[in-house]
């Protein structure tokens, strides 16, 4: 049995901590993740905002491996150029990372989106230095 969303949208703080890489934890106030209702943390995609204190909100598309793999599969124009597999992929199917990121169409992969770890691929990327090649600034409302 696979956790759920629950039925309205998740919205989840940062702790105020440490410094890493070119951007401080301490930035990070929430990200937030669209109401999913009963779809499958298994196999979807979604957009997550990350707000920080500078005011300006930054985007990122998350997809589960499955997910990726099924739009590989249709060739679908969500990924890119979808002949091959995206960069950062690889690493996330063979449990070798996290997360794998796609720099060029800011893209993040995960084995499972649920809030804890789409909030522990966000920590690992901000230590990993990689925030702003894995996401970009957006403009919201």
Do not use: W
Request: charged share 20%; net charge negative.
């Amino acid at each position: 049995m696979h956790a759920r969303f629950s039925s309205h949208a998740q919205l989840l703080a940062f702790p105020i901590d440490h410094y890493q890489g070119k951007l401080a934890t301490s930035e990070l106030r929430a990200f937030h993740i669209p109401d999913l209702g009963d779809r499958d943390p298994d196999n979807l995609n979604v957009d997550v905002t990350v707000e920080l204190s500078r005011g300006r909100p930054y985007i990122a598309t998350f997809f589960t491996v499955q997910n990726a793999q099924e739009l590989i599969r249709l060739d679908h124009p969500a990924l890119g150029k979808p002949a091959l597999p995206p960069e950062g992929l690889r690493a996330v199917e063979s449990g070798q990372k996290v997360y794998g990121i796609n720099s060029r169409d800011k893209n993040v992969f995960i084995q499972e989106i649920t809030p804890d770890n789409v909030k522990r691929a966000i920590y690992q990327i901000i230590q990993d230095g990689l925030f702003f090649q894995a996401f970009e600034p957006c403009a919201l409302g």
